[in-house]
């Protein structure tokens, strides 16, 4: 009857994780996993110079779902892209690695009673599963320079950074110093405050997705299936014991896993009939479990552009990707090693800086807050915001041009910690309809603060002389720093981070609004467990593709560790 012993819905970065892990313990269980995409093995979507494209490019990747309109956001609709296929969302995303602060993990841990996720376990599980490449040439030392005992070197997934840099970057970091960040020369090491350059999931001009550094040489215990959509779990009372996809049935004797991601694995859960009882029956789904917030708890990052044209010869990206003729010669060159020519350069580098504001923590939104969460932010690792450079040009102003060769320099603005809180909800039980989504985005005020001083800490560091000697005009940002014209601009100019979380919320027994305790397990009903970025209690402060990986990672162990699957080897570390 069995098909396996785990089944695993969904190939993104938990799943791919989850899955590899458990079918390579010594007791060789039966794995299944299940993607609804397609295997995504096209070489050319895995160029990281066009990290920036491969969402809108690759065709079949991407869910492409958006928002419902936004009331703080004029009504706009935001596109919220989800990654389709092996890989998931690494397949498309922009390939920044970085693990978030120490504080978040610790404050995960003591929201959930878990030690397992403390800065001190989950810094061990982040090592086991990266290949760190840390080596850059001795020019860029003075900006990347990470100490080889803070990273893992023998893990499935390989990180690193780009040989060669486009040659404003350096100007841009020196300006950020001159603001007075201080240089970070090891983002990963726990404490992200500062500004330096970000370790990429992507290895000598390739990019690394879960299904790359997970699947390729896979044991025979472990059979993927794709192209196959699972729209509900089957019970046998209140117990999983399968799922149903469009064309068949599949069986599981030790576990069913939901790894679809903060969207569709709650999206499937209300399908299945566990959800809140209310909105399930008023599409006569029948009610296996009543668990209130399944599909609430909708967390996000959103950032806003800032665009800059900048005087010719600035950089050369524009003359790059503006002639057809250089870019299908980089790209056959490209084809040849997947490490060198032009696509092995461009947006390879990126600057990334998490900073601390003053003005935010004074402001009187801040002091709003609960004390236990100003407590929180307040922790010496914990950013405010966040800045990005090297991206395409995303935003212009309706009343500005730029031109297809016009130098231009870009750069996103994210603030942290956000306190919006949204929802998904069914349109109907038909699983073919897509779900409403609504992040609410800036619905709370001390958002709207904490995204104008954000915005506006970025304009400060662009006025700055490094950067302003080589600046024509902003042709992308508000009118001028007022509070008034900051946020109009955002609320035309926002985007989604796609850092979705926190719709099947982990938490403490009896507590509200838990979906899952601290060993994944759904409350209510036995063999069913949610193993991705959904679960997540808090929104780190990060690129939160790390925390998908390391969720994987985590589920791993602990169903090791109670299968007692490596019976024959080194026991997994006890959680």
């Known amino acids: 009857m069995?098909?396996?012993?785990?089944?695993?819905?969904?190939?993104?970065?938990?799943?791919?994780?989850?899955?590899?892990?458990?079918?390579?313990?010594?007791?060789?269980?039966?794995?299944?996993?299940?993607?609804?995409?397609?295997?995504?093995?096209?070489?050319?979507?895995?160029?990281?110079?066009?990290?920036?494209?491969?969402?809108?490019?690759?065709?079949?990747?991407?869910?492409?779902?958006?928002?419902?309109?936004?009331?703080?956001?004029?009504?706009?609709?935001?596109?919220?892209?989800?990654?389709?296929?092996?890989?998931?969302?690494?397949a498309i995303n922009f390939l920044v690695y970085?693990?978030?602060?120490?504080?978040?993990?610790?404050?995960?841990?003591?929201?959930?009673?878990?030690?397992?996720?403390?800065?001190?376990?989950?810094?061990?599980?982040?090592?086991k599963i990266e290949t760190y490449h840390g080596e850059v040439s001795d020019e860029f030392k003075a900006y990347v320079n990470p100490s080889y005992e803070s990273h893992g070197h023998d893990g499935p997934l390989d990180l690193g950074f780009s040989d060669t840099w486009e040659k404003d970057l350096k100007n841009l970091l020196d300006a950020?110093?001159?603001?007075?960040?201080?240089?970070?020369?090891?983002?990963?090491?726990?404490?992200?405050?500062?500004?330096?350059?970000?370790?990429?999931?992507?290895?000598?001009?390739?990019?690394?997705?879960?299904?790359?550094?997970?699947?390729?040489?896979?044991?025979?215990?472990?059979?993927?299936?794709?192209?196959?959509?699972v729209t509900n779990i089957i019970f046998q009372d209140k117990k999983a014991i399968g799922v149903q996809t469009s064309r068949q049935e599949?069986?599981?004797?030790?576990?069913?896993?939901?790894?679809?991601?903060?969207?569709?694995?709650?999206?499937?859960?209300?399908?299945?009939?566990?959800?809140?009882?209310?909105?399930?029956?008023?599409?006569?789904?029948?009610?296996?479990?009543?668990?209130?917030?399944?599909?609430?708890?909708?967390k996000d990052h959103c950032f806003a552009p800032l665009t800059l044209?900048?005087?010719p010869d600035t950089n050369?990206?524009?003359?790059?990707?503006?002639?057809?003729?250089?870019?299908?010669?980089?790209?056959?060159?490209?084809?040849?090693?997947?490490?060198?020519?032009?696509?092995?350069?461009?947006?390879?580098?990126?600057?990334?800086?998490?900073?601390?504001?003053?003005?935010?923590?004074?402001?009187?939104e801040f002091q709003a807050l609960p004390t236990s969460l100003q407590n929180y932010l307040h922790g010496d690792t914990v950013p405010d915001y966040e800045m990005t450079s090297h991206t395409p040009p995303l935003w212009v102003n309706e009343n500005e041009v730029l031109k297809p060769a016009d130098t231009y320099l870009s750069l996103l603005t994210f603030w942290m910690n956000p306190q919006s809180t949204g929802s998904l909800s069914l349109q109907s039980a038909n699983p073919h309809d897509t779900l409403l989504i609504d992040p609410q985005f800036l619905s709370h005020p001390f958002d709207r603060r904490a995204a104008i001083e954000a915005i506006r800490h970025t304009m400060e560091l662009i006025a700055l002389p490094l950067v302003s000697k080589d600046t024509i005009k902003l042709v992308g940002g508000p009118k001028s720093s007022s509070d008034e014209d900051i946020l109009?601009?955002?609320?035309?100019?926002?985007?989604?981070?796609?850092?979705?979380?926190?719709?099947?919320?982990?938490?403490?027994?009896?507590?509200?609004g838990t979906c899952v305790n601290k060993n994944f397990q759904v409350v209510g009903v036995e063999?069913?467990?949610?193993?991705?970025?959904?679960?997540?209690?808090?929104?780190?402060?990060?690129?939160?593709?790390?925390?998908?990986?390391?969720?994987?990672?985590?589920?791993?162990?602990?169903?090791?560790n109670e299968y007692d699957l490596d019976t024959l080897s080194a026991k997994a570390v006890e959680l």
């Open 316 to 364: 050369d990206r524009a003359k790059f990707f503006t002639d057809p003729r250089a870019m299908e010669d980089a790209r056959q060159e490209w084809l040849k090693d997947q490490s060198s020519g032009a696509l092995a350069h461009f947006y390879c580098a990126v600057l990334v800086g998490f900073f601390k504001s003053e003005r935010i923590r004074n402001s009187t």
């Open 250 to 298: 599949f069986f599981a004797s030790k576990e069913v896993i939901l790894c679809a991601g903060a969207l569709d694995s709650p999206k499937i859960l209300l399908l299945s009939g566990i959800g809140p009882a209310k909105e399930l029956e008023k599409f006569k789904i029948k009610v296996v479990h009543d668990v209130a917030n399944i599909g609430q708890g909708l």
């Open 2 to 90: 069995y098909d396996c012993d785990f089944l695993i819905v969904g190939g993104g970065p938990s799943g791919c994780v989850l899955a590899s892990r458990l079918a390579r313990t010594s007791s060789s269980p039966k794995v299944l996993l299940v993607e609804a995409g397609s295997d995504n093995s096209d070489l050319e979507h895995q160029v990281s110079g066009q990290r920036y494209m491969t969402l809108k490019t690759a065709q079949g990747y991407n869910w492409g779902y958006d928002t419902v309109p936004q009331k703080q956001l004029n009504g706009q609709k935001i596109d919220y892209s989800r990654g389709r296929g092996l890989g998931g969302s690494s």
């Open 309 to 311: 044209l900048q005087k």
């Open 98 to 127: 970085v693990r978030g602060p120490k504080h978040d993990y610790d404050e995960w841990a003591n929201l959930v009673d878990d030690e397992a996720w403390s800065w001190e376990q989950t810094n061990r599980r982040f090592n």
């Open 527 to 560: 063999r069913l467990r949610v193993v991705d970025m959904s679960v997540a209690p808090i929104i780190t402060n990060n690129h939160t593709q790390s925390v998908a990986y390391l969720i994987g990672e985590t589920a791993a162990e602990k169903l090791i």
């Open 488 to 512: 109009t601009y955002i609320k035309s100019a926002l985007f989604s981070s796609w850092h979705m979380c926190s719709t099947v919320k982990m938490g403490r027994p009896g507590e509200h």
């Open 176 to 229: 950020a110093r001159q603001c007075g960040h201080p240089l970070n020369t090891d983002l990963n090491d726990g404490n992200p405050i500062g500004v330096g350059i970000p370790a990429s999931t992507a290895h000598r001009g390739r990019r690394v997705t879960a299904a790359t550094a997970y699947l390729s040489n896979k044991p025979d215990n472990l059979k993927v299936i794709t192209n196959t959509a």
